[in-house]
């Protein structure tokens, strides 16, 4: 197969990471006769320093003209401290969402056996936990407009919805429910937002077209209690923009590392494949951060091609690391290994 | 003391619970010499299903007149899956919350030492946190401007926040700070809302009047992890409205019961005590639902009075009877105590 991926390493340790995942993509092009080819672009404050934009117009193009994106992460400290920044790193990434039209965000929770014990949470309440979440990613309050007064003492953001962009989404997520252990959860705040009552309306509507799939609702406070509660009462979770950006990475949390684990953003055209962990400016070229969310989103892009058996490959190469012990101190506070040395097994392994 | 004190036992549990909180009560009188006089009204489903409103004119003028207001829980299932439902439980809260100007909401974080193991996060995780969040309660996507179009196909909510509506919570939550161990973190999506950026500016402002107190700022989506990665160090958190009402629901669960929890909502005028758990309607009339926070909730409305001594005899009541294991099911599986049990046990130990 013949795939051009476009890559964004972006800030922090995205380009370390992002390099581990390439490589696994490489010795997956050699061994089973693919041809990937990587172009590299600017995003997030890495693209502000060099050309005053987070997202310039040639890496959009680019994206746009890719059969896929691999990005790393992005953000920088010396924005987030500066409410009054014009420009942000953030705003490419939303910018980019929305361009490609990314509508959904889809992120597997599950905890690797050999890690249960790195989990916050007691062994008996994490392990056998396997449910993925449905975030929206080109709606809500994310995209709504925005208004600060003049004096700079009055500010708002709208959040809104439209029956179409939950339709879409939803959807997506009851076919993943079928092909799962068939129950859904919507989860929201209908006691309070109407953006919420319109959700429960429309997904409701659309699991007509889903009879096998058990629809329940959750509130979003609630839900932040169950999540830890009882992680394994989920199968697939669907929400809006903010509640998916609060809950996933809550939800990324309780298996034990958020170094271990990938996101996919599908539109209709297009998809991009991420790690869920940020920037993590402080781990920047000490060779330390973990690689495998990377490698792993690597493999989530071989599988959206119907690059099965490669995928596999991929997954089995980044289990056996974890049980041979070549992983980053994040999981082994001893660990002699690093983010290169990782890579290296990943890659050798295929 | 002479104090008037509204009750409002609400939905579900609510008034279960809240009748152990009024013996208590009952019995601080009568020992300590105080006259507190209780009015009970209608607020929630039970209000709507006998007047029609949520909080019916009668309530509110009673809550508006009294010292202060003592609440059970609210909500009924029958409205949270019917979308459309003009009139909801909620209503009757949130304007009350708006009428009596109680901006802000006060949850103090502890796990009780002999609960530590009923905590699902593990032991050296959850052992030694000590926190309290300061959640805004009258402004923010609660209370903007809702929309609905005709067709039922698009929906808004509009969050808005003033500085003035900042100032005043955070000077309280500086204070607290002050008490404590002078830490505040602030809760918000700067990178992402123009009302958190107003947040982050209007709070560092007002930081300049505590300089002995360390101001931090953590994104909604990193706290959520934070909270059960490392729940130690927090001291003070502060955040707006709608992210306080998740990160406090999933921050009580850490504890290991969210039966154990009060809290305060205090406005200039008025203040307003109540346990954090809901209604919990499927254990309504059972005698199983615990009744700690409703009685811890008695407590803090003492404490807010002045009446330290005597709180202080509750909260030891409190800590015996978990002590000596006369606590309800939720905390001992195999407990022969219930509602009713726990509530003799505190107010005959007064
Ligand atoms: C960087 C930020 C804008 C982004 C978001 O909130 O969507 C991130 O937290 C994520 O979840 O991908
Ligand atoms: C009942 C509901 C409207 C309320 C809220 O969201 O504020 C509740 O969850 C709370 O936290 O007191």
Redesign the pocket.
Known sequence: MNLKIAVLPGDGIGPEVILQAKKALYAIAEVYNHEFVFEDALMGAVAIDKTGSPLPEQTLNLCLNTDAVLLGA??DPKYDNNPSAKVR??QG??KLRKELGLFA?IRPIKPYKALIESSPLKKEIIEGADFTIFRE?TGGA?FGTKTLNEEGTHASDLCEYTEEEITRIAHLAFKSAQNRRKKLTLVDKANVLETSRLWRKVVQKVSENYPDVKLDFLFVDNAAMQLILNPKQFDVILTE?LFG?IL??EASVITGSIGLLPSVSLGEKHALF?P?H?SYPQAKGKNIANPIASILAAALLLEHFGLTKEANVVFLAVKKAIEFNVVTVDLKPDSKFGTNEVGEFVSNFI
Chains 1, 2 share one sequence.
Do not use: A, K, Q, T
């Open positions: 992005i953000g790193p953030e990434l939303l965000n990613l994310y923009n950006d996933s990475d991420e869920i940020g």
